[in-house]
């Protein structure tokens, strides 16, 4: 059975925008432990608010990109791009909230690792859009 290209792409681009809600709401709620938040201004937490706003970006970049190869605005040729920012942006989800780990962590914590989580399915589901159109063309071409 086959996955038809548009499917994957819907797909990819829903779970990259339920992560992108994730990530914002963990980044504007105020408990990212017990106690604070992340824009505790007596916290050491600046190296996680950068890296939790250029995580929320990327993510919102990937559904835009997701959306335009959805109706056929971008070339084909540049379809590696949807898979390297989703990875880009899950790598600086789990920067974020590694950056931060404390023991004692909050519901908007938890956010953000259902954020990197919901990235990661993105990008594998994204993967695999890239690699059945890759097969495509190989198929074609044989």
Request: net charge positive.
């Amino acid at each position: 059975m086959q996955v038809s290209e548009k499917i994957l792409l819907i797909v990819s681009a829903i779970v990259a925008a339920i992560s992108a809600l994730f990530c914002i709401i963990g980044l504007t709620t105020p408990a990212w432990t017990l106690n604070y938040g992340l824009w505790c201004s007596y916290c050491p937490s600046s190296p996680s608010q950068g890296l939790s706003i250029v995580a929320f970006i990327l993510l919102v970049i990937s559904v835009i990109v997701l959306v335009l190869f959805l109706l056929k605005v971008l070339p084909k040729s540049i379809r590696i791009v949807v898979l390297i920012v989703l990875v880009l942006a899950g790598i600086f989800t789990l920067a974020a909230f590694a950056a931060y780990f404390d023991g004692s962590t909050g519901y908007s914590y938890k956010l953000m690792v259902v954020a990197h989580f919901l990235c990661y399915i993105a990008s594998v589901v994204a993967a695999f859009w890239l690699g059945a159109t890759y097969s495509e063309n190989i198929g074609q071409a044989a």
